[in-house]
């Protein structure tokens, strides 16, 4: 059975990094294209980022650009989304998700498959 599963939300301080993993098991991740959703409470889940298979291509939220960076190593079937200078509105639950295409989109409707979740919560 195919999965997405994340891994390294937590409690961070303003300022603070934290870097999310998403590992990949019963498919090869090679060949997809990954993104990362949040949703925050009361709120609709939104795209935050998404890298194309071979990592050529990576885009980004306006309001994250500059200080999450999203990156992948194949060879350990597993994705990743760096973030730094976390802010209190950056609290939410983070979702890796696997693209029906080979494009990034901040559709929902473009997910074939999503992970279970992370929280991430910015907070003094």
């Known amino acids: 059975q195919s999965q997405l599963v994340e891994s390294g939300g937590g409690l961070v301080q303003p300022g603070g990094s934290l870097r999310l993993s998403c590992v990949a098991s019963?498919?090869?991740?090679?060949?997809?294209?990954i993104g990362w959703f949040r949703q925050a409470p009361g709120k609709e889940r939104e795209w935050v980022s998404c890298?194309?298979?071979?990592?050529?291509?990576?885009t980004y939220l306006d309001s994250i650009e500059g200080r999450f960076t999203i990156s992948r190593d194949n060879a350990k079937n597993t994705v990743y989304l760096q973030m730094n200078s976390l802010k209190p509105e950056d609290t939410a639950v983070y979702y890796c998700a696997r693209y029906r295409f080979s494009y990034c989109s901040s559709l929902m409707r473009d997910i074939s498959k999503w992970g279970q979740g992370t929280q991430v919560t910015v907070s003094s």
């Open positions: 019963g498919f090869t991740l090679d060949y997809y294209t």
């Open positions: 890298i194309t298979s071979g990592g050529s291509r990576t």
